[in-house]
């Protein structure tokens, strides 16, 4: 059943997700003492906006990012900002970062974008950089520190030795279970940058990151992964809420290291299957995740969707807004400490016939 | 596998008091698994290639490695098709409709070539027609 998703069913979604949640626009008691106002943003990610020739787009991806933004405008009240998690391209081109660009700019709110790898390797970032400014950076928005990180980069001789074109460098990291591609990094640069950033930040401040790729070592034959994951999160776990947030992967995720939450959110183009469901790989889910289900070919946008996601218990809740099934909410548990699914988490009332294998 | 097959052939060769009809050696089987490698490769060329259909889109977008094709479930009723349906017919949906292609025939040897590289991925995984 497809349902347009409005205020109310949203406000139902977080009426169910019961404790986690508050009512829309309250004023929240901290931990560690004073107010911070609830607020809530928008997450939408991975559209894959990808030209065929000339003016022809790939109509389905397409409609994933209408679908996604017109539905996002609707919810009231108004989320404070919206972020773009990566992959607004297919294959980095102008036309493509374009054309998804001008679909985007019918947000409301500002809008907050994350490099992702079909933006990045066509001409190494430099047209996204003029359409979304600077690749890595943070805010502060109502108590709570934000970090955008690039985290997509790679090897120099990956990057500027290997391949005799621009437009090949393209297509060997475009392709998910490409063996020529190579591993996702934030980089000795970025993380110079990351501890220097951080070093500026009461360690009780809820910290959130926003990356491309996990920021997590999931799978590393489809690049469900970053490189120097454990540095990046040794600098993060001083801090006593982080919540990283991380596209890429086309799918529920969700994962607690240390101090860390991790979710990942749905893409609007296309489902991916989950790592362990490829016979010659083995099992690389984050234990904690309870599955997505199982897409269902037949309809179009099922298995894509975008997120409602909320700061007001302190950590990252998030909504995920399903286009073929029910909405799922994960958010942080206190007592268990870590992110769990407020519905699924006995495989019982899930839907066996659409479980993955 | 392929060296586990000769043992076996070897080994019932020696055992046997009667030569077995339609002896074959290791030349063979070398020949025939190259030849199966070589479409299942022009499989995956396909299958990442994005020149199945017209608008682009590759088989591989969707399902890296061939991920959740399960191959080992046909013949399976599909609910959408409203019949039992074989594998390349389920390929010949996406061609026409995620790639917005034309539907190729059941021996085309593209078709062979894609239902041979579905196959590899899904190596050991025991047949389970009709599941879902």
Request: aromatic share 10%.
């Amino acid at each position: 059943m497809t349902r347009l998703i409005t205020r109310r069913s949203v406000i139902a979604a977080g009426a169910a997700a019961g404790t986690l949640t508050t009512l829309p626009i309250s004023m929240v008691r901290l931990a560690f003492g004073g107010t911070r106002e609830d607020f809530s943003f928008t997450y939408i990610s991975d559209s894959h906006i990808q030209q065929i020739k000339g003016a022809s787009f790939v109509r389905n991806w397409d409609m994933g990012l209408k679908r996604a933004v017109a539905e996002a405008n609707l919810i009231t009240p108004e989320a404070d900002f919206v972020m773009f998690g990566g992959d607004l391209a297919q294959l980095g081109k102008k036309e493509e970062l374009d054309h998804g660009a001008e679909m985007l700019s019918h947000v409301k709110g500002k809008l907050h974008s994350v490099m992702g790898e079909h933006d990045y390797y066509l001409d190494l970032g430099e047209y996204w950089s003029k359409l979304y400014g600077p690749q890595w950076y943070s805010f502060d928005h109502k108590g709570v520190h934000f970090v955008v990180l690039n985290s997509i980069l790679t090897t120099d001789e990956w990057t500027f030795h290997r391949w005799p074109t621009a437009e090949q460098r393209m297509l060997e990291m475009a392709g998910l279970d490409n063996p020529n591609g190579s591993p996702f990094m934030v980089g000795e640069k970025q993380r110079a940058w990351l501890k220097d950033d951080l070093d500026k930040v009461a360690k009780d401040t809820p910290l959130i990151v926003f990356s491309h790729s996990p920021l997590q070592k999931i799978y590393k034959g489809w690049n469900f992964w970053t490189d120097d994951a454990e540095q990046v999160q040794a600098l993060l776990q001083p801090f006593k809420t982080v919540n990283v947030i991380y596209g890429h992967v086309h799918q529920i995720q969700y994962n607690q290291i240390g101090n860390i939450s991790f979710n990942a959110v749905m893409a609007t183009a296309w489902p991916w299957p989950y790592p362990d469901t490829y016979a010659q790989a083995g099992a690389h889910v984050p234990v904690l995740t309870v599955p997505m289900n199982r897409a269902d070919p037949f309809f179009e946008r099922d298995a894509t969707g975008w997120q409602m996601i909320d700061v007001n218990s302190g950590r990252v809740t998030a909504r995920y807004q399903l286009w073929d099934n029910g909405e799922r909410v994960v958010g942080y548990d206190p007592k268990l400490g870590k992110p769990v699914d407020k519905k699924y988490q006995e495989a019982i009332v899930r839907k066996a016939p659409q479980l993955h294998y | 596998m392929r060296r586990f097959t000769i043992a076996l052939v070897l080994g019932a060769v020696l055992l046997s008091p009667a030569t077995l009809a339609d002896e074959f050696t290791g030349t063979d089987v070398d020949r025939w698994q190259s030849e199966f490698d070589s479409v299942a490769k022009k499989g995956r060329e396909l299958w990442t290639s994005g020149a199945l259909g017209t608008n682009s889109v590759a088989c591989a977008q969707c399902h890296p490695n061939a991920a959740n094709t399960h191959p080992e479930t046909y013949p399976k009723f599909q609910k959408q098709l409203g019949k039992v349906a074989q594998l390349f017919e389920m390929v010949n949906w996406c061609i026409r409709n995620p790639l917005q292609g034309a539907a190729l025939p059941a021996d085309d040897p593209k078709m062979t070539a894609l239902v041979a590289y579905i196959h590899k991925e899904r190596k050991g995984v025991a047949i389970d027609a009709g599941k879902h």
